[in-house]
Nanobody, 127 residues
Framework: QVQLVESGGGLVQAGGSLRLSCAASGRTFSTYAMGWFRQAPGKEREFVAAISRSAGNTYYTDSVKGRFTISRDNAKNTVFLQMNSLKPEDTAVYYC????????????????????WGQGTQVTVSS
């Protein structure tokens, strides 16, 4: 069982930045691929970014490319999402998720591929 706890959300003006963190329990964090998803009010949860367990591969949804950066620190069991140039349409609850990955370079973009989820952190971008 893996427990994930997100932090770093908040209220920011358009054009600002936030850094989300997701701390994972357990001693096998380096064997998990990680992802960030978000859910805006009245909308389905959607993929934002993913990173392989080795951090060698990352992938982003088109709307955040060039603005968001996913990274991880396996020594600290933590994955990050640096969000720059935020827009009002980025407003959502952001969730991190983990998936055991046999392939060190594997990353995953679909909700059903992930086994564990955090409780989410609210990000609100004002115009």
């Amino acid at each position: 069982q893996v427990q994930l706890v997100e932090s770093g959300g908040g209220l920011v003006q358009a054009g600002g930045s936030l850094r989300l963190s997701c701390a994972a329990s357990g001693r096998t964090f380096s064997t998990y691929a990680m992802g960030w998803f978000r859910q805006a009010p009245g909308k389905e949860r959607e993929f934002v970014a993913a990173i392989s367990r080795s951090a060698g591969n990352t992938y982003y949804t088109d709307s955040v490319k060039g603005r968001f950066t996913i990274s991880r620190d396996n020594a600290k069991n933590t994955v990050f999402l640096q969000m720059n140039s935020l827009k009002p349409e980025d407003t959502a609850v952001y969730y991190c998720a983990s998936k055991p990955s046999l392939y060190s370079g594997g990353y995953y973009t679909r909700l059903y591929e992930y086994d564990y989820w955090g409780q989410g952190t609210q990000v609100t971008v004002s115009s």
